[in-house]
């Protein structure tokens, strides 16, 4: 689905017509993908930029066209975030160093993290 923005912030119910999801959906993928975070309005609302719409098409894409689940599309925009440096480098745009430290995750994030990891261990344990 390709979107062509007309407006520089959208509201979660006009994002919630483009997806074709509820509103609960979006609150929870916020939660669940550290790279998505709309910034709120003086009122307190949820605003969202054409380039968080653009990771929300994908996000939507990754779960309900290409079946991966939230673990694994998060795996995969982690793949192509790391990509991207490396291809702005080619394009004379600047990247940003991803070796610094990560900030310290709420400890539900951290679990996340940690549930991930151990799949990702008993991954490779049983093609071992």
């Known amino acids: 689905m390709q979107f062509t923005p007309k407006k520089l912030y959208y509201r979660i119910g006009e994002v919630c017509k483009i997806l074709g999801v509820e509103a609960y959906v979006l609150r929870y993928w916020e939660t669940e993908f550290p790279s998505l975070a709309p910034r709120k309005s003086k ?3 949820r605003v969202y930029r054409p380039k968080d719409i653009e990771l929300l098409l994908t996000i939507r894409r990754l779960l309900y066209e290409e079946g991966f689940t939230i673990a694994g599309a ?3 925009l982690a793949r192509t975030t790391r ?8 394009s004379g745009k600047v990247a940003v160093d991803k070796k610094s430290p990560p ?7 951290r679990l996340n993290q940690v549930r991930e990891e151990l799949e990702n261990i008993l991954t490779l344990l049983e093609r071992g």
């Open 43 to 45: 009122a307190g609302q």
């Open 74 to 76: 998060r795996r995969q």
């Open 83 to 90: 990509a991207e440096p490396a291809l702005g480098r080619a």
């Open 103 to 109: 900030a310290p995750a709420a400890p539900a994030q």
